[in-house]
């Protein structure tokens, strides 16, 4: 029963690996087609594409949430549990704080204040995102001799992934990078214990 525990966090891993690039790069193809306007432009429109973006971010939080969970049950393996908590929160702002900018009708006039809040939201989080992975990289690396094999090539992913992240230029990577990481963590989740677990 123990090694089913973490089913769920498998499977929304893969599925979110898959969802995920096509989202993004549904949104930047349109974004380039309508006149090179990018995804913050059509704010104030509440539609099908909102949704999944919302979704993508509440799987994003489940899994970290797993991520840490497992590390505890399964590792006792604690040091990272902060940084986990601030991608959790940080997740909330990006996705929720840009999905409710849809469900705030836009106007002319405000209009431009949607904008500056979406570009604030989204560059602020990178950021953070960026300088979190990196961290939680250098972690996960720095503890190499004590983790499965799976954690260090998740370490390895995030490293690589936070620096683009930090980049803001080159953010567009992680459209690949991240299906990457969710595919890791995944066999991670499904994979039985290589060690005794702790209680």
């Not at 993004?24 to 990018?38: H, K, R």
């Not at 590792?75 to 991608?87: A, E, P, R, Y």
């Not at 959790?88 to 409710?100: D, Q, R, T, W």
């Not at 570009?119 to 990196?134: H, K, N, Q, R, T």
């Amino acid at each position: 029963m123990k090694n089913n525990n973490y089913l769920l966090p498998g499977i929304t891993a893969i599925l979110l690996s898959v969802l995920f690039p096509i989202y993004w790069i549904q949104e930047i193809t349109l974004g380039a087609y309508n006149d090179n306007e990018s995804y913050f432009s059509n704010i104030g429109q509440l539609s099908f594409s909102s949704w999944v973006f919302l979704s993508i971010g509440l799987f994003s939080i489940y899994i970290y949430y797993c991520f840490r969970r497992i590390l505890h049950d399964q590792l006792n393996f604690k040091n990272i549990d902060v940084l986990l908590w601030l991608m959790i929160g940080i997740s909330v702002v990006f996705y929720l704080g840009l999905f409710l900018l849809d469900v705030w009708p836009a106007s002319v006039d405000s209009n431009g204040l949607h904008m500056s809040m979406s570009y604030a939201i989204s560059v602020g989080s990178m950021v953070i995102f960026g300088l979190v992975e990196i961290t939680i990289g250098i972690i996960l690396l720095r503890h190499f001799d004590i983790l499965p094999s799976l954690l260090k090539a998740i370490a390895i992913v995030s490293l690589i992934q936070g620096i683009f992240e930090l980049s803001i230029i080159f953010s567009f990577v992680v459209i690949f990078s991240f299906p990457v990481y969710l595919i890791i963590l995944a066999v991670y989740f499904l994979r039985k214990p290589e060690m005794i677990e702790v209680v």
